[in-house]
């Protein structure tokens, strides 16, 4: 069974840093998404970025792109989301999800409806 265990998150201001982490278990390295995903209060759940595990192949949303990365421990073991100048609408919750590799999966998907696996969420509020 793929659980996955969030940490990290918390307040930041516009501009500063924070650094999500998650520790996935039980799944096999070479044949799944890993991906971060949020969702705001009142707004539909959103893909953020994507990698597939043991890889360095990543795809980001534009929203994030260049200001985001999505990253893997050599152990394949921990999932990290660093972030950088922050804004406010960066605030949210966010999740980590794994999807397993299919012929009917997506390329890099950022849908949550791909993803089998989900954490339990971690809460991001960034303050102008």
């Known amino acids: 069974q793929v659980q996955l265990v969030e940490s990290g998150g918390g307040s930041a201001q516009a501009g500063g840093s924070l650094r999500l982490s998650c520790i996935v278990s039980?799944?096999?390295?070479?044949?799944?998404?890993l991906g971060w995903f949020r969702q705001a209060p009142g707004k539909e759940r959103e893909g953020v970025a994507v990698?597939?595990?043991?890889?360095?192949?990543?795809r980001y949303a534009d929203s994030v792109d260049g200001r985001f990365t999505i990253s893997q421990d050599d152990a394949m073991n921990t999932l990290y989301l660093q972030m950088d100048s922050l804004k406010p609408e960066d605030t949210a919750m966010y999740y980590c999800?794994?999807?397993?590799?299919?012929?009917?999966?997506?390329?890099?998907?950022?849908?949550?409806?791909?993803?089998?696996?989900w954490g339990q969420g971690a809460q991001v509020t960034v303050s102008s």
């Open positions: 990698m597939y595990s043991g890889t360095q192949n990543t």
């Open positions: 999800a794994a999807a397993r590799d299919s012929s009917t999966t997506a390329f890099f998907p950022l849908t949550p409806d791909e993803y089998q696996y």
């Open positions: 039980g799944y096999t390295y070479h044949s799944y998404y």
